[in-house]
């Protein structure tokens, strides 16, 4: 099935829906301290998402508790917010999403905790230099699997690893559309890309392998080795000028 390209008008509701993410991004960030509580991370999402008369995609989703992901440390995704209370030199993935006239926005931030280790620090800024690098190949003509081969690029140069099982997706009105976009290079050149088509990169990266295991919550899921991991995303329109990024304030 090919993938749907958005119109202007289509793009122009993502736009503020991402806008919406971006402000929970925002508003979380800016709460992130010991002594806070997962939980009251995704109350803080809440209260955006309801002020900007917005609508969670997160929340309920294939039976999901909560409005955000927080996945702290050794955990790569799908953490549920909870009594968990951050400590200093913690690091924490914040993953959230939002619809806006049925269309969607979805994106991830990771954050230290106060003062965080020399290699936290590092794994964090490579892996949203990955992203970067992922974001740079979203032109008309280009194939979709040259994101995954920049992001792995990057992220295996500075010797950490990228997570294979969980991977970036198409977006519009889904959260998760096709086709998906592999965060590493799956040894064939994808789709080409068209002005319109919008995706959410999102590169996990490990400081160890990049084994995975999924937790008995049957959402939560860390690194095998108990090595930490960061993740970042956004949602992102391939236009006539490049790649736009539309969760984004």
Known sequence: MAQVIRKPDEIAKMRRAGRVVAEIHEA???????????????QIARHVIAKRGARSNFL????????????????????????YRLAEGDIISIDCGAIVEGYHGDAAYTAGVGKISPEA??????????LS??????????????????VQKVAEAAGFSVVEEYVGHAIGTEMHEQPQVPNYWPGTPGPILKVG????????????????????????????????????????AVTDAGPEILTLL
């Open 28 to 42: 979380t960030k800016a709460a992130i301290k010991p002594g806070v509580t997962t939980a009251e991370l995704d």
């Open 60 to 83: 309920n989703y294939r039976g999901f508790p909560a409005t955000i992901c927080t996945s702290p440390n050794d955990m790569i995704v799908h953490g549920i917010p909870g009594p």
């Open 121 to 130: 620090t590092r794994l964090i800024a490579v892996t949203e230099q990955s």
């Open 133 to 150: 690098a992922g974001i740079a190949q979203m032109t008309a003509g280009t194939r979709l699997h040259e994101i995954g081969r920049a």
């Open 197 to 236: 088509h919008v995706f959410a990169i999102e590169p996990m990266v490990n400081a160890g392998r990049p084994d995975t295991k999924l937790l008995d919550d049957g959402w939560s899921v860390v690194t095998a080795d108990g090595s930490l991991s960061a993740h970042f995303e956004h949602t992102i």
